[in-house]
């Protein structure tokens, strides 16, 4: 694209602007306007060239030194409205309706980014409305009543020929379009008073455009003459767009694309389909040549990026902190209230609610700071919260499994291994042990995987997984039954015992590690392998009823067309049966599984006391 001429494109559109505004004026106003007309051409052509200047050209974590062309970034969103998808076209139509329009989306979702496009394009493609661009954070420094007030003001200093009475003609008559981006960035405290006065415009110039962006957070609901249009997460070919306009090397633009073609996008949609997250993780990409292993990384550069990095490409402004805690006192509290939310399985907070959590926090910590203050800043400063309707939730789930795991991390080996055992207790299927792992890992393996392993390789050592699999089986479940039909088979569990949770933790941290074993085959595809022989082989099917007894198979005869072995509880089980359908293959997998993590644990545990030896072993403190 080449460079865009915004000094003529606005000189241009003036004269035409002015001329349109003439036209409906009558008695003094026509007369007083006819008077500055023509220095008006003048006048509006540097308010627009000025604010073409603003917001045709923009920052980004990636070229904090020098500004981009906006339109050269720019990849189209779409918008929800009462169930309907809008283009960002079609938004810009609906506002020249002169109806109302309220854009909201999360932090670094794109909203800042579309208002300049459409400032740029309102002026660009000028058709009788003419945008007038205000950034609502100005308010808080701004000794001002009124945002009619300001945004006089700031035409008036590159057009002061224009006349109030003139500027709120052209209001009434629909000739300008009131963009306020960043009503969330208005201080707390004047917010109200000012959503009172958006409100009030509906009627005041009920014929002029007005369009509002804000996060989605509380006190945008009393715009309530406002068509809401959320913004929609980015497809995996508007993320490709935007890697292929940023302006970057473009060897690793290209690399980092084919990953997020291949996996990237597949495994981490939620970020790859935030613009900033996708700007976020290209960096860390093109830093590290890769994306971070350790998925801890990422979040904590995330955190970092939502903490004082996403406004960097709207000027000097800092967005207020409530707390005006530093980032390391406000992540140890932030920390506490996920690891205390997430132990209790809570994830939605009533308004008492979320006050009580995070005052504990605060104390926990030895801090001092207002806890309605604190969630104004998860809310509005950071963005790692949202509101929904009357409730507070995570602005996704896996910032408060990282901040729980990273609570975890800082406390003691004996604390450690008490909050790993709970989760273990609640399932361990989510991503918090492995992130903990992550964050620490000879705390971790330590203090918790070291002496689990060791236990439970004892107890598999004590039973034969070839000549008793079954043994094993009932080492991990306590109750469960086998099903051999073709579409449901396999072991299911009803009841799973302690050994067994422990096992899957360690399984689930050390998934790489378990899956990698090549002493047997997969067991899934043997299993489905074995079944589809079941139900096609009667020879199979007659030694499977050998197995059982004559009231199992009485019941499965009265059950027309099941294949036998479908209701075989785990305390009916032999090992026959469980050889027959290669479920043997599992339990030696799970023998070696963890004679190989015991072997590298070891290994690892003594690599890391012989490197501390070396450091500190041999040093002899000096003398007083």
């Not at 050269?72 to 109302?100: C, G, N, W």
Request: charged share 25%.
């Amino acid at each position: 694209m080449s460079e865009i001429d915004y000094t003529e494109i606005a000189a241009k559109v003036a004269v035409l602007a002015v001329e349109s505004m003439a036209t409906g004026l009558s008695g003094k106003l026509s007369s007083s306007f006819d008077q500055i007309r023509v220095a008006l051409h003048a006048d509006l052509g540097r308010y627009l060239a000025s604010t073409l200047s603003k917001v045709g050209f923009v920052k980004t974590i990636l070229s904090s030194d020098s500004s981009i062309l906006v339109e050269r970034l720019y990849v189209p969103l779409e918008f929800k409205s009462k169930e309907a998808t809008f283009s960002d076209i079609q938004v810009e139509e609906y506002l020249k309706m002169h109806l109302h329009v309220l854009i909201t989306g999360m932090a670094g979702g794109g909203k800042s980014m579309f208002v300049r496009h459409l400032v740029a394009s309102l002026v660009s493609r000028y058709r009788q409305v003419l945008p007038v661009h205000f950034e609502l954070r100005a308010l808080n420094t701004k000794d001002s009543d009124s945002i009619i007030d300001a945004i006089f003001a700031e035409l008036v200093a590159s057009a002061p020929q224009f006349s109030r009475p003139i500027f709120d003609h052209q209001l009434r008559a629909g000739k300008f379009a009131l963009i306020l981006d960043g009503f969330d960035e208005v201080n707390y405290d004047i917010r109200d008073r000012f959503a009172n006065e958006i409100n009030g415009f509906t009627s005041q110039f009920p014929r002029c455009p007005v369009l509002v962006t804000s996060r989605p957070e509380e006190g945008i609901s009393s715009l309530h003459q406002f068509r809401v249009f959320s913004a929609v997460p980015m497809r995996k070919e508007q993320c490709e767009r935007l890697i292929d306009n940023i302006e970057y090397d473009v060897e690793k633009k290209e690399q980092f694309k084919e990953r997020v073609s291949a996996d990237l996008f597949d495994k981490y949609p939620e970020f790859l389909s935030n613009p900033l997250l996708t700007t976020m993780m290209l960096m860390t990409f093109s830093v590290a040549s890769e994306f971070p292993e350790k998925v801890t990384t990422f979040y904590q550069q995330a955190f970092e990026v939502l903490f004082q990095r996403h406004d960097r490409s709207k000027g000097v402004f800092t967005r207020k902190s409530y707390t005006e805690l530093p980032i390391d006192v406000f992540s140890r509290v932030f920390s506490h209230f996920c690891a205390a939310t997430y132990s209790e399985e809570r994830f939605l907070f009533g308004e008492a609610e979320i006050y009580e959590d995070l005052r504990n926090a605060i104390q926990f910590e030895g801090e001092i700071c207002d806890p309605r203050a604190f969630l104004n800043d998860l809310l509005q400063s950071t963005c790692l919260m949202q509101r929904d309707g009357l409730f507070t939730t995570f602005i996704h789930r896996s910032f408060q499994e990282y901040f729980a795991s990273l609570f975890i991390s800082k406390r003691s080996d004996p604390q450690m291994k008490m909050a790993i055992d709970y989760i273990s207790r609640r399932g361990g299927l989510d991503s918090v042990a492995r992130m903990v792992w992550h964050l620490e890992p000879d705390a971790f393996e330590r203090s918790w995987a070291k002496i689990w392993v060791s236990v439970l390789l004892r107890r598999l050592n004590e039973v034969d997984p070839e000549s008793d699999p079954i043994g094993v089986m009932k080492e991990y479940y306590s109750k469960g039954y086998f099903s051999l039909g073709s579409e449901e088979g396999g072991f299911l569990t009803e009841e799973i015992t302690q050994f067994g949770v422990i096992a899957n933790t360690l399984k689930k941290v050390y998934e790489s590690e378990y899956l990698k074993l090549a002493l047997v085959p997969e067991v899934q595809d043997e299993r489905e392998r074995v079944l589809k022989a079941i139900d096609q082989d009667r020879e199979i099917r007659r030694q499977l009823e050998k197995l059982f007894t004559a009231s199992q198979l009485e019941r499965f005869r009265a059950e027309e067309g099941e294949p036998p072995g479908r209701v075989v509880a785990l305390s009916e089980l032999s090992n026959e049966l469980v050889r027959l359908v290669r479920w043997d293959t599992w339990a030696l997998r799970e023998l070696q599984f963890f004679k190989n993590l015991n072997r590298d644990l070891n290994a690892r545990l003594a690599e890391r006391d012989r490197s501390f030896q070396s450091i500190f072993g041999t040093a002899s403190p000096r003398p007083n």
